[in-house]
């Protein structure tokens, strides 16, 4: 960061275990899809010399995107540990996936990082998800830094890119959001475009030249410092406003001319404090060449400048009945302490978990508690088991290299942990601890799927089970009213990314079908109804007549049977028969397949036979006395109705309130959320109308909104849209 000139350590392309959390740093990379991470990546990776100048890892496969989906989809879908090594510091690198359905994936990285490095496209700018995940790093007071990249595209303008991201990230403060380095361009092409060459260090005033390939410094020219001064100054005043040394900022006005190094120093803390957010720009290395643009000066800031792991807030620490547990933050003789952070699957060595060493040293066939709680509702249960890990590794592509321990602080891979999902805790087995889990985006896109065929369905289970276990932005529901299995998505490429891993990792092929909403049926009115189930063919016949009385009742009275017989007109022991079988059609529906409720059924009278009446023969004749009174009567269908709640930028409040109404939304209200900026309305939806909710949001919003949903209760459905699911129900049958 001090525009040092750096050579490359011999030991970079293996990235062992760290001995001491002081030299480790975590990084996540955020941006928006195609903004450049993962090019990034292998741009840090190849100056670091952990991969070869053909963008490969030394014994095969890639750096990054190495998942075949990946490949097909040509896009980021998790989250992807990079570790490099440059100066004695190992670089934790964590390229998460910039597409919001995979929000879950970022999130893991969030909590697994200790800093974060946010890239922007200088053709794109900066969209509206970016700046909600900066909010939410702000609120933590995570320590951020921006990178600009694609500064080879036309239109380019790093200047303005910059004051773009200074009016996006620093609206509190403008002056913390600044230049370390202005880039140089070389000869204007026949286009008019000047490609950026060099880059030149604001505080050193050193010229640094990519142009052949491998980084040259020199000093500037007599006509090129005057194109930095003012730039130079303006950050020389951002960096002294945030100094500790509250004289300094007197003495620089003053005339005193303050030291490079001290600076230097004062720009490391304030980058730490998560106080100063310095943007610098990269590109990736050009056909044949060792260092991409800006890669040297990133690596300094991130070793010099970014916080270690000791100087992390720790998650909260409790014993497994919820009482709180104090430890030294980020020590390797603590007790163990560590977090599941990723789940995958692999072919050859099976379930692999990624985690963050948060307390403590995991070991090598060393027996650990796993805790999971709190995701019940999600598909999850809580469990507590011992298990004994198998090989530690730090992945690399494709590749698993063996480490023999993980220090607090660092990320590593462990094999063979069967119950170990997601967001689970690893602790000493004899002294069991449970971390907060980090907040999860609620999935709120349903997939109703069905097995494909008989050996589907027999692997359908398994394999769902082991898709929530690794993703916990995902919901496996059994819907017990529509029997239908679904998953709940972020989106639709989240939902095909879950489908074709169902049928590539675990081999299970299913069919996507039509998502039903759960619909009740409740009379409208009073109706009567006869139930004559009598039939006589020889030897032992069936006699069954009863007679009842159905009338609506409050919504959440359920069924309610009420007897009323007198005189023995149906037999004392054939009245529970009668009930069982109005029970049994109240729950298979009277009108269109739904089930019935919130009625009062009255048995008023009936007809017994001495020898042919049965419990069988009154369960049918109870079913038909119900099926007769509905066809006399009117039977409203009751939809469920959500409330839903949306979280949207100011700009799109009119938008959403008017496609609310379109999808029958009552809105009870708006409010001011807090920041500013943003507006929280509520409306009462019926949930029919928001099936695709959160595909359609984000496209009306352009990805800056977000929604949650909760069932209030149901009520009755239009009856224009109650005939067509009337008509819908007798076409299917």
Not at 328 to 348: F, Q, R
Not at 430 to 438: C, K
Request: include cysteine.
């Amino acid at each position: 960061m001090g525009d040092k000139a750096q050579t490359h350590p011999g030991a970079a392309g293996r990235a062992q275990a760290a001995d001491h959390p002081q030299s480790v740093r975590n990084v996540v990379l955020v941006g928006h899809s195609g903004s450049g991470k993962t090019t990034l990546v292998e741009a840090l990776a190849l100056t670091a010399g952990a991969i070869n100048r053909a963008g490969r890892v030394e014994d095969g496969g890639t750096v990054s995107d190495h998942d075949e989906i990946e490949h097909r989809q040509q896009r980021s879908v998790q989250l992807s540990l990079v570790p490099v090594t440059w100066d004695g510091i190992k670089i934790n690198l964590l390229d998460t996936p910039g597409y919001a359905d995979f929000v879950g994936e970022l999130r893991a990285g969030l909590r697994a990082a200790d800093a974060a490095l946010f890239v922007v496209s200088a053709s794109d700018g900066v969209d509206g998800s970016t700046r909600m995940v900066w909010d939410e790093c702000a609120a933590v007071g995570m320590p951020r830094a921006i990178v600009i990249t694609h500064l080879e595209a036309a239109r380019a303008d790093f200047e303005e890119m910059t004051r773009i991201c200074a009016e996006a990230f620093g609206k509190d403060d403008p002056d913390a959001v600044l230049p370390l380095y202005l880039p140089l361009h070389g000869p204007q092409a026949a286009d008019g475009h000047a490609p950026v060459t060099g880059l030149i260090g604001l505080l050193s005033q050193k010229l640094f030249d990519y142009s052949t390939g491998e980084r040259k410094e020199s000093e500037p020219g007599e006509d090129q410092l005057p194109l930095i001064e003012e730039a130079r100054n303006r950050l020389i005043e951002g960096i002294i406003s945030e100094s500790e040394d509250e004289t300094l900022m007197d003495r620089y006005l003053g005339g005193e001319q303050v030291d490079v190094k001290t600076l230097v120093q004062d720009l490391e803390r304030a980058v730490a404090r998560g106080v100063f957010f310095p943007v610098l720009a990269a590109a990736p290395a050009a056909e044949g060449a060792r260092e991409g643009l800006g890669t040297v000066e990133l690596l300094e800031l991130i070793t010099r400048g970014f916080p270690t792991p000791l100087e992390r807030e720790q998650p909260r620490v409790t014993t497994i009945d919820g009482k709180p547990r104090e430890l030294n933050p980020c020590d390797p003789d603590a007790p163990l302490v560590a977090e599941v952070v990723k789940t995958s699957s692999d072919p050859y060595v099976g379930r692999l978990s990624l985690v963050r060493v948060f307390s403590g040293t995991l070991r090598a066939d060393q027996t650990v508690h796993v805790s999971g709680h709190g995701l019940a509702d999600r598909g999850h249960e809580d469990h507590d088991v011992d298990e004994r890990i198998g090989a530690l590794s730090t992945p690399f592509g494709k590749q698993q290299r063996p480490v023999s321990h993980v220090i607090a602080g660092d990320l590593a891979c462990v094999a063979k942990l069967s119950r170990a999902e997601t967001g689970d805790t690893l602790s000493g087995k004899d002294e069991p601890l449970l971390m907060e889990p980090w907040e999860m985006p609620d999935p709120l896109l349903p997939l109703a799927i069905q097995a494909h065929s008989k050996p589907d369905e027999d692997k359908l289970s398994q394999g769902l089970a082991r898709l929530v276990a690794e993703d916990p932005t995902m919901r496996l529901e059994q819907n017990q009213d529509t029997h239908q299995v679904v998953l709940w998505c972020l989106g639709e490429a989240h939902a095909d990314v879950a489908l074709e891993r169902l049928r590539s990792r675990y081999g299970v092929q299913v069919d996507v079908v039509p998502h039903k909403v759960s619909l009740r049926e409740t009379f409208a009115t009073k109706a009567a109804g006869r139930g004559r189930h009598v039939k006589q063919s020889g030897g032992h016949g069936q006699f069954a007549i009863c007679e009842i009385e159905v009338e609506p009742l409050p919504e959440g009275s359920g069924i309610e049977f009420v007897d009323k017989v007198v005189g023995g007109a149906v037999p004392r022991q054939f009245i529970p028969s009668v009930e069982k079988g109005v029970r049994a059609q109240a729950a298979k529906g009277v009108a269109a397949g739904y089930q019935l409720v919130d009625v009062r059924v009255t048995l008023l009278d009936g007809k017994a036979h001495s020898v042919d009446s049965s419990d069988a023969a009154f369960q049918t004749a109870g079913a038909l006395a119900l099926r007769e009174a509905a066809a006399d009567a009117r039977i409203h269908l009751l939809e469920p109705v959500a409330e839903v709640s949306v979280l949207v930028g100011d700009d799109y409040v009119g938008a959403v309130m008017s496609d609310l109404s379109g999808r029958r939304g009552r809105v009870q209200g708006t409010e001011q959320a807090p920041g500013g900026g943003r507006t929280l309305i509520r409306a009462e939806v019926p949930e029919i109308e928001i099936d695709r909710y959160a595909v359609d949001l984000r496209s009306l919003s352009h990805g800056t909104a977000r929604f949650s949903r909760r069932y209030v209760r149901h009520e009755p459905m239009p009856p224009q849209i109650a005939e067509r699911v009337r008509e819908e129900a007798r076409k299917a049958s």
